[in-house]
């Protein structure tokens, strides 16, 4: 299924946690991240049950440093 990845079109399996897209998309541990679907925070400790939707859109925001 398609889904929307901060303004990317990617494809993922059907039945796709959360998580199961973290581990695809991102190259290390997701550490110091926070996802929202369709605009809406997912907290990470349901990020394992929650599972994507086709057409849906994914903010995946990650936390620097600097000033």
Excluded at 5 to 30: A, E, K
Excluded at 60 to 65: M, S, V
């Amino acid at each position: 299924m398609e889904i929307q990845i901060n303004q990317q079109l990617h494809t993922v399996t059907d039945f796709c946690s959360v998580r199961q897209l973290l581990q695809t998309v991102l190259p290390q541990s997701p550490t110091g991240i926070a996802v929202a679907v369709n605009n809406a925070i997912v907290p990470k400790s349901e990020w394992d049950q929650f599972l994507l939707q086709p057409s849906d859109y994914i903010t995946i925001i990650k936390a620097t440093q600097g000033g």
